[in-house]
DNA sequence: ATTTAGATCCTCT
DNA sequence: GAGGATCTAAATG
């Protein structure tokens, strides 16, 4: 079973949810494949959002996955030195797409590049395309089996933390808005310190999205445990 | 344990 | 020429 068009083809923020639980599958040669549990995602939800790369629906070199098809990846580099991996939703007129910020590596660890010391390899976007050798190389490609990337379907979490997205510019509401999903259980998320210790989302389901400040209407339970 | 500075270069203005 | 959806090591309390 694999992601089928439809798994990707919706709004950013039920995509991040939905990816919560899927399984990553990062394919280095025909019979090397390494598996991993996505627990931490980002929603970068259309060209209203101030932090998305497709701010203002400008399009860019750089920036092209993103006014694709739904379930292409998007890889960009940034800080001279650090790639990030997106899965692109939503349809071309709304460029929409889903960083994955963190995963659980499941089977065939040891394929997994990472920097000498880490402790957590692929706790952190920079941090997960390092370990799984990921830049731009793939670039716009599509997730699909026997890709280089895929991702399927899979169980989801118990409960589901909500935060601010990290790292992004500030001085718009977008910049708090919670669209930062993960995990609370799982030892594999980023960063949980100060504005991102999150808060549980207690029914994602009854939380649909709505495009604009919708999120400026929040009143989820804090966290414990 | 928490904070800060530096790395490093591609992309866009 | 400026800044970035980050990370690490070093400094500080």
Redesign the pocket.
């Known amino acids: 079973m694999h992601a089928t068009k439809s798994f990707f083809d919706t709004d950013a923020r039920t995509l991040a949810l939905r990816l919560l639980g899927a399984t990553l599958h990062r394919r280095f040669a025909p019979r090397r494949i390494a598996t991993l549990r996505i627990v931490e995602t980002?929603a970068?939800v259309g060209p209203e959002d101030a932090?998305?790369?497709?701010r203002n629906a400008?399009r860019?070199?750089?920036?092209r996955a993103?006014f694709g098809p739904p379930g292409i990846a998007?890889v960009?580099?940034?800080?001279?030195?650090?790639h990030?991996f997106?899965v692109v939703c939503g349809n071309p007129d709304r460029p929409a797409?889903v960083?994955i910020r963190a995963a659980e590596p499941l089977r065939l660890a040891h394929l997994l590049r990472s920097?000498?010391?880490?402790k957590a390899p692929t706790?952190?976007?920079?941090?997960?395309c390092r370990a799984l050798d990921i830049d731009?190389r793939l670039d716009s490609i599509p997730l699909r089996p026997c890709a280089p990337l895929w991702i399927s379907p899979g169980e989801p979490p118990r409960r589901v933390a909500v935060s601010a997205?990290?790292?992004?510019?500030q001085g718009s509401a977008w910049t708090t808005a919670p669209l930062r999903f993960f995990d609370p259980e799982s030892p594999w998320v980023?960063t949980r310190?100060?504005p991102y210790a999150g808060s549980i989302l207690s029914d994602p389901a009854a939380r649909p999205y709505h495009p604009g400040l919708w999120f400026l209407r929040s009143g989820d339970r804090p966290t414990e445990g």
């Not at 860019?60 to 920036?63: D, F, M």
């Not at 997205?165 to 510019?169: D, F, I, K």
């Open positions: 980002e970068y932090c998305s790369h497709a400008k860019t070199e750089r920036n993103m998007y960009y580099f940034t800080y001279g030195m650090h990030c997106n797409a960083l920097a000498p010391h880490a706790s952190g976007p920079a941090r997960l731009r997205r990290v790292g992004v510019s980023s310190r100060g």
